[in-house]
């Protein structure tokens, strides 16, 4: 025994047992299963007797009768809005964001408010299993800083608005401050600074040109709102004789990693732009379903296999942070809207949560899915509760039964 144990390399963390499931190219979902990490990365991955013949370590998670899975992907929030949570329900869209929202956040948004909301953000998400989010707010360096503070990953877009903003009064304070904030997070261990116009109907057509140009000078991220709307729609059709996405278009504003929140006014040509520019699509069914904005067209969207993840948007419109609620809405939505039961299912929606979300992000090679080289950032969900008895399905369980609270273990 002496021989073998010498033999054994010895890693940081290993988790043992439990049934895994890896979200890789093949779906492999591996039984009793073992996961070894070194440093921030997964080093090996496999069946738990494999494992432990080759792997020792001092710190152990046992996650026998439990799942584990890819840490969740928020696709789009905006987090210190957990502040605004119930501020304003049941309105449209114009009428939430121009009389309630707009206001409140002029009176009201500060550095320490932004501070104060993204610790209550942070906390909920980490309770829930998220271990990815990709924001997009005022103040955005001081989200960037909590974030690292409380070890999670964050791609986080610093807003410019075409109206005074709480931190920026104008575009030029705007532009150059999102500039500065780039140069100081770029090369972080779990922060990706983005530019973050706010939409197509609040940033005029040079200031999008300069955003996009931002972007790729530093090669960053671009986050934006993108066919959010009818309101939008008929705002940049009045303003531009086109709509959203064909207008993006012919302005250059596409970069090699966009993400488009919303995108739930795209016809088949737009979806076959997206696809053509590879932007990333973080659908938020929740939020769009509580202002009655509309329906993606998610299911015409995978069937042209966009990069398509889930995102909350803010909690005032949603009214939490859980991805779980995500999964479950966005497959029963679709499948009632369309009028078709297999439509989104189970495991498209987890993917949807996962390694779609990382190819949202533009960040499949480094999260989203369990694979050897992959950073470790891994969720242990509980799986004996009563509304999880009895078993038949992963991803139907995963997605129809399981809640935020049934996570037990989350590593970033």
């Known amino acids: 025994p ?35 990490i070194k440093d921030d990365s997964i080093v090996a991955i496999g069946k738990s007797r494999a494992i432990s013949k080759k792997y020792k370590s001092k ?35 114009q009428e939430w964001l121009t009389k309630y929202i707009f206001p409140a956040e002029a009176k009201n948004v500060n550095e320490n408010l932004v501070r104060v909301g993204t610790r ?14 990709c924001d997009m707010y005022y103040f955005e360096g ?4 909590e974030t690292a503070k409380a070890g999670l990953r964050g791609v986080l877009g610093q807003t410019i608005i075409d109206f005074p903003a709480p931190d920026f009064k104008n575009n030029s304070a705007a532009m150059s401050g999102t500039e500065a904030f780039l140069k100081k997070w770029k090369g972080h261990s779990l922060i990706i600074p983005a530019v973050a116009p706010h939409a197509p109907y609040t940033v005029s057509e040079n200031h999008l040109k300069a955003a996009s140009n931002l972007s790729k000078k530093h090669d960053v991220p671009l986050v934006m709102h993108i066919a959010e709307a009818q309101s939008e729609t008929d705002f940049v059709m009045t303003n531009k004789k086109m709509r959203s996405i064909a207008y993006l278009e012919k302005i250059g504003f596409f970069t090699n990693k966009t993400l488009g929140a919303h995108m739930i006014q795209a016809n088949a040509t737009e979806i076959d732009i997206l696809k053509k520019h590879d932007v990333g699509v973080a659908h938020n069914p929740q939020s769009n379903m509580k202002l009655a904005a509309g329906v993606a067209p998610i299911p015409q969207m995978l069937a042209k296999n966009l990069r398509l ?6 909690a005032a419109s949603n009214n939490d942070l859980n991805l779980w609620e995500e999964m479950d809405t966005a497959a029963k939505l679709h ?7 297999k439509v989104v299912s189970a495991e498209e929606a987890f993917q949807m949560a996962t390694i779609g979300g990382a190819r949202a992000l533009h960040m499949e ?7 050897t080289g992959k950073k470790a950032d891994i ?22 039964a399981t809640k935020a609270s049934d996570v037990e273990t989350v590593i970033v």
């Open 309 to 314: 993840g889930l995102g909350t948007d803010g």
């Open 59 to 93: 710190r152990k998670v046992y996650a026998r009768n439990k799942v584990v899975i890819p840490g969740l992907i928020n696709t789009h929030t905006h987090i210190p809005m957990t502040l605004f949570r119930g501020i304003a329900d049941d309105l449209d869209l």
């Open 335 to 341: 499948k009632v809207f369309w009028k078709d039961p």
């Open 2 to 36: 002496q021989t073998v144990s010498a033999q054994r390399k010895t890693v940081d963390l290993i988790i043992l047992g439990g049934t895994i499931v890896t979200m890789d190219a093949d779906r492999s979902v591996i039984k009793n299963g073992s996961i070894a």
């Open 379 to 400: 969720v242990v969900v509980g799986f004996n509760g009563l509304h999880q008895t009895p078993f038949y399905n992963l991803y139907s369980h995963l997605v129809y």
């Open 142 to 145: 001081a989200i960037a800083d």
């Open 365 to 371: 090679d480094k999260i989203g899915s369990l694979e």
């Open 120 to 133: 209550l953000g942070l906390a909920e998400m980490i309770r829930g299993g998220t271990t990815t989010y």
